[in-house]
Each structure stands twice: as C-alpha cells, then as structure tokens.
C-alpha cells in the first residue's frame, strides 16, 4: 500500500464563473451536476488503495452541492481509504448568502475545515473581479461558520487586481484579521491564457498592476499578518500557530496525494498523472468503469528532486537536506553546489545548519529561485 496519501475531490461546478479563472469548471446544471456525483462515486469505488491522510474538497464551487451529497463523499472516502476520524477535511465555499443556510449540515457531514474565496473586501474590487457577493456576506459566513461548529476558517484574497492601491488592499487585509479567522491565502493575479481576463490584458495591460505594485502589495500582506500573529509557513499562506493547512502541506513535502473527478492530479509512487479536463469524457470513463483519460509521467532522477527542492523551497522550513539524503539519497548542497553559491550570493537564499531556505528577498522571486534547480 502507497504511504498515507492527501485525497482531493474535485467539484466543477459554479453559480456563475468567475473572468479571471482557469480551473476546470462549469456553471451549474441539474443534470450534469448529478451525473458527475455519479461518476466520482464511480471513480473512488475503483480508486487504487491508499490510506488517507487528509481529505481537501475544491472546484469549482464544492458547495453548490448539497451538505448532505458532499457527506456521501466524504462517507465513501472514510470507507474506502480509512480516512482517520480526527482527519482535516476542507470544502472550499464562495460566500454567497445562500451558503449559510448549508453551513450547519456540511459540519455534521464531516467538513471540519472551512476554505472561503473572498478575494476582497473592497465592493469595486469585487465587480471588476466578477464576484457577487459582498463584504458583509463574508462576515455573516464567518459568524455562520462559527455558529455551525467550524474551528478551522481560511480566507482567500487575491492581490494585483486592477484598480487595486495599496490602501484598498491593506484595508482588505484588515477586513480578514478582524474576522478572527485562523488561516489567510494571499495570491498574485495570475492573467490565465484563454479567460477573459487574458483578452482585457492583451488590450490594455495597463489596467493591471505592474511588478513593483506587486511586490509592494505582498509586502503588506507579510508585514500586516505577521503584525497580527500570523505565521508565514508557505508563499502564498499565513496560519495562526497550530493552523496551518495539512493537506497542502502534504503537497509541499512532495507526499503522495490521489486526485478524484475531472481535471485532478495525482502524484503516486514517483508518478504525476492528470485527469482529463473534458467533463463528458471524464463522466464517460468512470461510469463506465475505463481509465480515466489523462496524461501521466514517471518522475525520476534529477526531475523528482528538482521537483521536490522547489516544492520545499516553498514552505518556510525549506529543504531539509538530512531528510533529502535520506529519501533521494543525495547531497543537496553538493550536488547542487554551483547553483545554490550563485543564489546565497545574490542575498535570496540561506544556507546552512541542514536546511537552505528563502531570504525575505528570495520569497519576492521564489518562482525564478525554485526554477534555477530545475533548471539544473
């Protein structure tokens, strides 16, 4: 049996889609909803067996399904991968008034961890990003979320949006600390090839924050949050102690995860597959009891460490290099000598006492330093 794996479940559905995102996903459809919770029940019947670790449901938007279809899954997982009771189980939920109502039976059903995409507090901020809820129904999700049970809250913020200054962005910070919330997300703007944010950004790119805008935003978020209490354990992600996120954590160690429904990866015994992104032929294949289409590639070599050293190099800790000699049998700072002399001089790495880690500085071009070992 593969060594305890995260599970992700994929739920592709959204009351509506937002301009800015890439992920597989679909607006809602009675019928097309039912039939993929048919073909994931599908799916995990036949999955391979792996003990689970975490369960982490996203999408889409998981709770346009119902508590109670959410909770079969949930049940079938348990029962398939002897997920543990007292296991992090995260639902990803858009904070439209209709999800308070919702919030009592997803906690019964077994979510304990509660992923909420506000993006922002600031109303012009929300238009331009096409979201339709408003900074007021975040807080009474969050009071909702509380009274249903939920000890875990995360909140998502996305920083670079257009329009966006670095006042409207602080305040939006303030909106999230102020909510007493354990865990925050911050993520740049990413402009994704065929959304239609890629077609306003290729005629008029200067309605987008440049990267000095977004190197003082991050800025704030790390030196906001940090004021507040927060840790910064990941990039992208500040928790309160105790509060850091399980099932991404597994990701960032390079762990084995098994990804259910359409568009999902995988990464298991040394091996990265990915579901297709073509919803009908993903239904097709499950209910059908045939191989889920998809791509897939054995890591090996200096691609698995390469992979492995940039996923590290993410989290706070960095790279354990006595861990790595033991796992992938190498010498991290050996092998990657040249390469890691030529980033501590540059001031965006540290290394040394069995570890390399980011600087401050290294933490505004992780992207380019993680890159340098695959690269390698």
Known sequence: MTPSAGIYVHLPFCPYICPYCDFAKWAWDDAKAARYLDALHAELAAAPHVAARTLFFGGGTPTTYRPEEIGSVIDAVRARFALPADAEVSVEANPDPSLVAKLAGLREAGANRLSVGVQSFQPAELRVLGRRHTPADVEDVVRGAREAGFGNVSLDLIFGAPGQTEESWAASLDAAIGLGVEHVSCYGLTIEEGTPYATWFARDPSAFAGESLEARLYALAIDRLRAAGFEHYE???????GFRCRHNAGYWRNDPYLGLGVGAASYLDGVRSTHTRELGAYAQAALGGQPIPGESEQLE?????GEAIMLALRTAEGVDTNRFRERYGIDVLETYRGV????VAAGVLVAGEGALRLTERG???ANDVCGAFLAD
């Open 363 to 365: 933490r505004f071009v």
């Open 301 to 305: 070599g200096p691609a698995r460490v």
């Open 235 to 241: 990039i992208s992600n500040w928790a309160r102690p």
């Open 340 to 343: 890691v002399d030529d980033l």
